[in-house]
């Protein structure tokens, strides 16, 4: 996996070394909060060969650190932009989990042509998302990131529980986790910004929606009320809790797989 910085930008990124073949499609991942790239390494290793594979560090998470003066999260959908533009990717599928969700979904309402398909796991519609339960959101992260100004590790080993279902992946993020800076909080802080500033419209692209099993309630329902109006692909994988992807790897793939062979079919 190459490791690559966006020019004037503090953005890093990640292209899988088999990723050189004109004839594939381009599959651009991005994480959830609190992690990197690196909770997409299953499906690194699972779709190399099958698509062009690229992995984005969300501002203040990874590799994407080194801010200048000016930066926010609010940059994030032309930052994605400008990767595609230097790389002669003119459109590609985009998969985000949880907080990477919500930016798949910000760029594809900047960026609607150059979008094939989303899926969006663990997240919620930014184009409809309820008042109150925005927030009831907003209430929770500033829980969460009061917890964390204490001790990220005591943060860390809380926040495990509440995105992963079984002990590997509960281990494997919390490795993640306690890399996460607190300056970075402050980036998070402007997410609101990216909610309901784009009125609902027809997707001219592929939809697909989840969560796991174990995920909170009101996930769930979240899930269920989105591909119901929207009439778009659910899946609420077995086995599995907030970060599906990592939980239950296998079927998490499988499923994207599927939904991703179907987008093709329908666009011969």
């Known amino acids: 996996m190459q490791t690559l910085y966006l020019d004037n ?14 004839d594939r499609e381009w599959l651009v991942f991005l994480h959830a909060a609190f992690a990197d790239h690196r909770m997409f390494e299953k499906q690194f290793e699972y779709f190399s060969g099958k698509y062009n594979l690229l992995a984005i560090d969300i501002l203040g998470h990874g590799n994407s650190t080194r801010a200048h003066k000016g930066a926010t999260i609010e940059n994030m959908s ?7 533009q230097k790389h002669d990717i003119s459109a590609a599928h985009f998969v985000g989990v949880s907080l990477g969700a919500v930016f798949i979904q910000d760029f594809a309402n ?23 339960k925005q927030k ?17 590790k005591w943060f860390a080993r809380a926040n495990k529980k509440i995105v992963a279902y079984t002990p590997e992946a509960q281990t494997a993020f919390y490795n993640l986790n306690i890399e996460f800076k607190k300056k970075s909080f402050m980036y998070l802080a402007k997410l609101q910004k990216l909610v309901n500033q784009y009125p609902p419209k027809q997707r001219q692209y592929a939809l697909l929606v989840g969560c796991g099993e174990h ?6 329902d979240i899930v ?8 778009c692909e659910k899946v609420i994988l077995k086995g599995a ?3 599906a992807n990592m939980d239950t790897p296998q079927a998490f793939n499988l499923c994207l797989e599927k939904f991703l062979q179907d987008c093709d079919r329908k666009n011969r």
């Open 9 to 22: 930008s503090p953005i890093a990124y990640y292209i899988d070394d088999a990723a050189d073949a004109a």
């Open 78 to 84: 032309d930052w994605i932009d400008r990767i595609l």
């Open 110 to 132: 900047k960026y609607e042509n150059k979008v094939l398909s989303l899926c969006c796991f663990g997240g919620y519609d930014i184009n409809r998302f309820d008042p109150q």
């Open 136 to 152: 009831a959101n907003a209430k929770a992260q500033m829980q969460m990131m009061l917890k964390a100004m204490v001790s990220i």
């Open 215 to 220: 995920d909170i309630p009101a996930e769930i």
């Open 224 to 231: 269920n009320e989105w591909a119901a109006y929207e009439s």
């Open 241 to 243: 809790g907030h970060c």
